[in-house]
C-alpha cells in the first residue's frame, strides 16, 4: 500500500499534467479582420442639415476629422451644463484616491484569501428512525414497521 504523502504527490503530479494539457489543447484563436470599410454609413452623409425656423433652426456642416477640444462641452454654450461638469470633476476622486481604494481592496482580497481563493468541502451526517404502517401505502390492516436513515 502507498503512503498518503506519494499519493499527494501523484495526484499533484497528474493536475499539474491534466493543466499543461489544457493550456497546449487550447483552440487556435485567430481575431476577425478588421472591417473594410471607410464609413459607418452606405451612402456619404451631405455637407450640411435642412434648415428650419426658429432658434437653433439654422443649418449644420458636417466637419470630417476636425479636433475635438478635451473641454468639449463649452462647445455648447450652456452655463449650466458648464457647471454640471465643473462640479462633477471636483468631486470626482483623484488618481491617488482611486490608487489608495485599488490598494484596500487587493488588502481585503488576502485577508480572505482562505475563503476566497481556495476551494472548500462541506458536508453533513445525521440518522433518524422512522415507522411507517400499511395505512400509508394503502393497506390498513397491514403490519407497522420501524426503519433507520
Same mark, same amino acid.
Given at each position: 500500500?502507498e ?5 499527494v504527490?501523484?495526484?499533484f503530479?497528474?493536475?499539474? +499534467? ?7 489543447? =487550447? ?11 471607410? &464609413?459607418? &454609413? $452606405? ?5 450640411? &442639415? ?16 476636425? @479636433?475635438?477640444?478635451?473641454? +468639449?462641452w ?7 451644463? @458648464? ?23 487587493? $488588502? ?5 484569501a482562505? &475563503?476566497?481563493?481556495?476551494? /472548500?468541502?462541506? =458536508? %453533513?451526517?445525521?440518522a433518524?428512525?422512522?415507522? /411507517?404502517?400499511?395505512a400509508?401505502s ?6 407497522? %414497521?420501524?426503519?433507520?436513515?
Open positions: 500500500m503512503s498518503s504523502s506519494l499519493i504527490k501523484k495526484a503530479v497528474l493536475l499539474l +499534467w491534466i493543466v499543461a494539457v489544457g493550456c497546449v489543447v =487550447g483552440p487556435d484563436y485567430r481575431p476577425p479582420p478588421a472591417p473594410g470599410v471607410q &464609413t459607418y &454609413t $452606405e451612402k456619404p452623409i451631405p455637407e450640411e &442639415t435642412v434648415s428650419a425656423p426658429g432658434v437653433g433652426g439654422a443649418a449644420q456642416r458636417f466637419v470630417d476629422g476636425g @479636433d475635438i477640444p478635451a473641454q +468639449w463649452t462647445l455648447f454654450h450652456s452655463e449650466a451644463l @458648464d457647471r454640471l461638469i465643473r462640479r462633477a470633476l471636483a468631486d470626482s476622486p483623484t488618481l491617488a484616491a482611486a490608487e489608495a481604494a485599488l490598494r484596500e481592496a487587493r $488588502e481585503n482580497l488576502r485577508a480572505r482562505g &475563503t476566497v481563493i481556495y476551494p /472548500s468541502v462541506d =458536508g %453533513s451526517l445525521s433518524a428512525r422512522r415507522k /411507517s404502517s400499511g400509508s394503502g393497506l390498513p390492516d397491514e403490519f407497522s %414497521s420501524t426503519f433507520s436513515l
